[in-house]
C-alpha cells in the first residue's frame, strides 16, 4: 500500500474524525411564505462537482459564518467567469448577530436542497433572505419573483382599518427608502378607535438608491388591496424588499431600540444618523459645520481636559457640537481621535442635520437643535461581548457594585470631567475592569439616572457576557476582562457581596469576602510564614497576598470531595489513566463536578502544586475544561474540575449509534472549538500552554455540544526534569504525537498542531455525508493534511488554521507527505520511542468503527512566560 493510501486509511486527523457520518436535514419549501424559495431554471444548471457548485458552496458558507458584520445585509462574489457566483443576504432589520447568522446558515443549506444545480435562485425565512445568481444582481432592483400571503382572519373594521394602514405604510416607506447604504428598514405601529392595532415593517437591500427602494416599496404596498383586503395581516416579498403588516406585535421593538445605530467592522466605531431633517451640500449649515467639527475643535490644542461643546451660526443655520474624549487618553490622541471621528461621521450620515458618533476613544455629537446641559439618552448602542462569563452568578455579583462605584464616582465629578475607571476580581475567575462617562455639562443626578439606567441595560443586551459597551449620547459605560484603558493606578473596588464558598475545617457554608485587603498584621505573618518555606525550598516561586487569598478560594476539603464522590466509589469512576482516576461528584449545592484524583508519585512540594493550579485556573475560555479547584492533605491532591455531561469525543466518534447524533454542522463547530482553544493556548492566554496529548479523547462536549479542551495543566507537577525545548520523558499517545516529539522528546506549538491533524480511522469520510457540506468537507481535510507534514516548521500556526477554516478567500498551499512513523525518515529511530516512558500508549489502527474509547490520561504541559 502506497503512502497516499495510508493517508486515507491509518493516520488521518482528529479534524477528520467529524467529517465521518454527518447528516443535514432535508427540508423542502413550506407553503408559508417564512420558509419558501423559488429557483430559476432559465438561467442554466451546474454539475455537484463544477467549479460554480464548490464556489456557491464556499460564498454561502463565508457569509454565514461572517462574526465581522455588524449590519445584516451581505453581499458578495466568489469566482472567475464563467463560474463567478453573485450573493446577497438580508436579515430583518430587528434581528441580532446571532440570530442572524444562525438563520443565514439554516436558510443557505435549505437553499441548495431546495435548488439543486439552479444557478440562480432565493429564499426568504421568517427572519431572513439569501439569493444568488451567475448574473450581476448588485444595486439593482428586482421585483420578481414576488410572494404575496394573507393571514387567515378578518378584520373587525375593514374600512378604518385600510384608512390606518394605508398612512402607516406610506410613512415607513418613507423612512426605510432614506436609509444608509448599511440598513434600509423602518418599523411602527399604529392604532384608531374600533380598529385592532397595526403593526408594520418595511425593508429594502440596503444596495438599492432612495429611488428604487421606494418604487421597490410602492409596487408591494399596491400588492396589498388585491391580497389582503379585509385581513389582518399580510406579507410581500420581493428580491429587493419585503413589507409586513400584523394586528399585533411580530418584530423585536426592544432590539431595534436597542441597536439604535449601525458599528463598523470589529465595532471599533458606532453611529447614528437623526432622520429629523437634512440640509444641502452647498448650504451655510454645513460650513458652520465643517468650521465648527474641523476648526473649533480638532485644532483646540488649549484645552486639556477632552470636553468641547460650542455653537456657531445663526437661526436655522445654527450648528451645536459637543465633543468629549475618554478620560484616560492623552490630549494628542484625543485630537486625533476627534478629527477622524468628525470626519467618519459626515461621510456616514451625509447631509444630516443631526447626527453622532463613538468611538472607541471619543464621541463627536452635532445638531440643529440645543443640546447643551440636557440630559439626552437616546439612541442608545450596545456593543456586546461574544463570550460568556464562567460563572454568571459570580460575575453579576461582582460586575454591578462595581459599575455602581463607579458610577456614583463619575457622577461626582466637576464640569470639565466626570468619569472614573476600576477594576474588580473574581477568586478563581475573571477580573473585570470597568469605566463609566458622562458629558461634563449634565447635572450630578442626570449623569448617575443616566449610567445607572445604562447599567440596567446590561441585563437586557448582554447578561451573561464577559464585556460590553452601552453607548448614549449624555453617557456611556464599559467593562471588559482585559485592560482596556491607559492607567494601571486604577481603583481596586472591594464589592460587598458575599459569595458562599464549601470547605475549609468543616462542612458549615463558609462565606468570603471576594476581595480581601490584608492588614498590616496579617501581611507580616504571612510574610514570615512564607520566608520560613522559602528558606526550606528556595526554589518554590513567592505567592503575593492577592495570590493567597486567591488560592485560599480555590481550596476544598478533602471531606468535602469525599463526601461528593460517595467516598470515590467505583459507581462513580469515569475513567482512570496513569496520572490518576476520575470521579464524578456532586456537592451539597447540586453543582456537578468532575475529580482527578492524582496518584502519589509526585515529588513537588506543596507550594509548587499550589502555584501550577493558579496558573491552570486562570486559563479561561469556552474551549477549555474549567479547573474551579483543588484539594491538598496528606498524600491527598485532587483536582476539581467542571463537569460535562456529553463525555468526550471519541465516545461519539467510535460509537455505531452516537456518531449520528453529529451531523455536519456540529462537526464543523466542534473543529472550530478545538481550534479557538488551542489559539488561546498558544498565543492569547497569559501564559504559552503547549498541551502535547490532544487526542479524541481528551475532548469533551458540554450539553449544547460544545468542544472543551480536556487534561491540560497539571502534568509539569509530576515532571520535573522536562525543559521548555525538551524531555526526557514522553507522557501521551502514539499516533498523536509529532514524530520530533515521540523520536527526540522535541515539543513546540507545532506539536499541538500535528495532534490536530492525526489520529486513527478506518474511513476519512462517511458514506453517509451529503453534498451540501462536500466543500467544507474537502477543505477541512486539506487542512488537516498541512498539519501532519513531516517538518514542523511547514505546518500552519493553529492561529493560521482559524483563518482557513473561517475565510474561503484564502488559498490553501498544497500539503507535503505527511509524517508516518513507519513510512517516514524518522522510521529507523522509532525503537527509541519506547524507551522513553512506559505511560505512553499505543494507538490500535487495526480498530474498526466500533473501538473501544480510548481511557483519558493526563497530558504534558509546559506553561512558560510568553
Not at 464577559?466 to 473596588?493: H, V
Request: glycine fraction near 6%.
Amino acid at each position: 500500500m502506497g503512502s497516499s493510501r495510508l493517508v486515507l486509511f491509518t493516520l488521518i486527523p482528529i479534524l477528520m474524525h467529524l467529517l465521518a457520518a454527518s447528516t443535514i436535514a432535508q427540508e423542502g419549501c413550506s407553503t408559508e411564505p417564512d420558509s419558501c424559495g423559488n429557483c430559476n431554471s432559465n438561467v442554466g444548471n451546474y454539475t455537484s462537482s463544477s467549479i460554480y457548485s464548490s464556489n456557491l458552496r464556499s460564498l454561502l458558507s463565508y457569509i454565514s459564518f461572517d462574526t465581522q458584520n455588524y449590519y445584516g445585509f451581505y453581499n458578495s462574489s466568489f469566482g472567475d467567469i464563467p463560474n463567478t457566483v453573485n450573493a446577497i443576504a438580508l436579515c430583518r432589520g430587528d434581528i441580532v448577530q446571532e440570530k442572524c447568522r444562525s438563520c443565514l446558515n439554516e436558510t443557505s443549506y435549505r437553499l441548495l436542497e431546495l435548488c439543486s444545480n439552479n444557478k440562480e435562485a432565493i429564499i426568504w425565512a421568517e427572519l431572513c433572505m439569501v439569493r444568488y445568481s451567475n448574473n450581476s444582481i448588485f444595486s439593482i432592483k428586482k421585483d420578481v419573483p414576488r410572494r404575496i400571503s394573507s393571514s387567515r382572519h378578518a378584520t373587525a373594521n375593514a374600512e378604518q382599518f385600510k384608512l390606518v394602514l394605508k398612512p402607516l405604510l406610506d410613512g415607513l416607506k418613507t423612512k426605510a427608502a432614506s436609509g444608509s447604504s448599511n440598513a434600509k428598514f423602518a418599523y411602527g405601529n399604529a392604532t384608531f378607535p374600533g380598529v385592532e392595532g397595526i403593526f408594520a415593517l418595511l425593508q429594502c437591500t440596503p444596495d438599492l438608491t432612495e429611488q428604487d427602494c421606494n418604487a421597490c416599496l410602492d409596487d408591494a404596498i399596491l400588492q396589498i388591496p388585491n391580497c389582503c383586503a379585509g385581513k389582518q395581516g399580510g406579507r410581500v416579498l420581493k428580491p429587493s424588499c419585503n413589507l409586513r403588516f400584523e394586528s399585533g406585535p411580530f418584530y423585536d421593538e426592544s432590539t431595534v431600540r436597542s441597536q439604535g445605530g449601525l458599528c463598523s467592522d470589529g465595532a471599533e466605531y458606532c453611529w447614528s444618523c437623526s432622520e429629523n431633517g437634512n440640509f444641502a451640500t452647498t448650504s451655510v449649515f454645513k460650513e458652520n459645520l465643517n468650521s465648527l467639527l474641523f476648526s473649533q475643535f480638532s485644532s483646540n490644542s488649549q484645552n486639556d481636559y477632552g470636553f468641547y461643546n460650542s455653537s456657531l451660526g445663526q437661526n436655522t443655520n445654527k450648528v451645536n457640537a459637543i465633543a468629549m474624549c475618554r478620560g484616560d487618553i492623552e490630549m494628542e490622541i484625543c485630537l486625533k481621535c476627534m478629527n477622524e471621528s468628525s470626519s467618519r461621521l459626515l461621510e456616514r450620515c451625509p447631509n444630516r442635520t443631526e447626527a453622532i458618533i463613538w468611538d472607541e476613544r471619543c464621541m463627536v455629537r452635532y445638531s440643529n437643535e440645543s443640546i447643551f446641559s440636557a440630559l439626552k439618552e437616546e439612541p442608545t448602542v450596545k456593543v456586546p461581548s461574544p463570550n460568556k462569563a464562567w460563572d454568571p452568578n459570580l460575575f453579576k455579583l461582582t460586575l454591578k457594585p462595581l459599575l455602581d462605584n463607579l458610577s456614583s464616582k463619575a457622577s461626582s465629578g466637576d464640569n470639565r470631567k466626570k468619569f472614573a475607571m476600576g477594576h474588580s476580581t473574581i477568586p478563581g475567575y475573571e477580573t473585570i475592569y470597568a469605566l463609566s462617562q458622562c458629558t461634563p455639562d449634565i447635572e450630578k443626578n442626570d449623569c448617575s439616572a443616566c449610567l445607572q439606567r445604562a447599567s440596567l441595560f446590561l441585563q437586557e443586551c448582554c447578561d451573561n457576557l464577559q464585556g460590553a459597551r452601552i453607548l448614549k449620547p449624555s453617557c456611556s459605560l464599559r467593562y471588559e476582562i482585559s485592560r482596556f484603558y491607559n492607567s494601571t493606578d486604577d481603583e481596586l473596588i472591594s464589592p460587598a457581596a458575599q459569595i458562599p464558598l464549601q470547605g475549609k475545617k468543616s462542612n458549615e457554608t463558609r462565606t468570603v469576602v471576594l476581595i480581601v485587603v490584608p492588614s498590616v498584621t496579617a501581611m507580616l505573618i504571612i510574610f514570615v510564614s512564607l520566608l520560613i518555606r522559602l528558606r526550606r525550598r528556595p526554589k518554590e516561586k513567592l505567592l503575593n497576598s492577592e495570590d493567597i487569598s486567591w488560592m485560599e478560594s480555590l481550596q476544598y476539603e478533602f471531606a468535602t470531595i469525599k463526601a461528593a464522590t460517595d467516598d470515590f466509589s467505583d459507581e462513580n469512576k469515569l475513567g482512570q489513566g496513569g496520572f490518576g482516576s476520575v470521579y464524578k461528584g456532586i456537592l451539597a449545592n447540586g453543582q456537578c463536578i468532575a475529580v482527578k484524583r492524582l496518584s502519589v508519585t509526585s515529588q513537588q512540594g506543596d507550594l509548587e502544586f499550589k502555584n501550577e493550579v493558579m496558573l491552570v485556573a486562570k486559563l479561561q475560555h469556552r474551549n477549555l475544561v474549567r479547573l474551579l479547584g483543588f484539594c491538598l492533605e496528606r498524600s491527598e491532591r485532587l483536582l476539581v474540575y467542571e463537569f460535562v455531561p456529553n463525555a468526550s469525543l471519541n465516545q461519539f466518534i467510535f460509537d455505531p449509534t452516537k456518531r449520528g447524533e453529529l451531523d455536519w454542522s456540529t462537526r464543523y463547530k466542534i473543529i472550530g472549538g478545538i481550534a479557538r482553544g488551542l489559539v488561546y493556548l498558544h498565543e492569547d492566554s497569559r501564559l504559552k500552554i503547549i498541551h502535547r496529548d490532544l487526542k479524541t479523547g481528551n475532548i469533551l462536549l458540554d450539553e449544547e455540544m460544545n468542544p472543551k479542551i480536556a487534561d491540560f495543566g497539571m502534568a509539569r507537577l509530576f515532571v520535573v526534569d522536562q525543559t521548555e525545548e525538551s524531555t526526557k520523558r514522553i507522557v501521551g499517545t502514539y499516533g498523536y504525537m509529532a514524530p520530533e516529539y515521540a523520536m527526540n522528546g522535541r515539543f513546540s506549538t507545532k506539536s499541538d498542531v500535528y495532534s490536530f491533524g492525526v489520529d486513527t480511522t478506518m474511513n476519512i469520510v462517511d458514506l453517509t455525508l451529503r453534498e451540501g457540506s462536500r466543500s467544507e468537507i474537502m477543505r477541512c481535510i486539506h487542512i488537516a493534511l498541512l498539519c501532519v507534514q513531516e517538518n514542523p516548521a511547514h505546518r500552519p500556526t493553529m492561529n493560521s488554521i482559524i483563518v482557513m477554516l473561517t475565510s474561503y478567500s484564502i488559498t490553501l498551499q498544497v500539503p507535503s507527505q505527511p509524517a508516518f512513523f513507519l513510512h517516514s525518515s524518522m522510521r529507523s529511530n522509532m525503537s527509541l520511542a519506547s524507551d522513553h516512558n512506559s505511560q505512553v500508549t499505543e494507538s490500535n489502527v487495526s480498530k474498526s468503527d466500533s473501538v473501544e474509547a480510548s481511557i483519558h490520561e493526563a497530558s504534558i504541559t509546559k506553561p512558560y512566560p510568553c
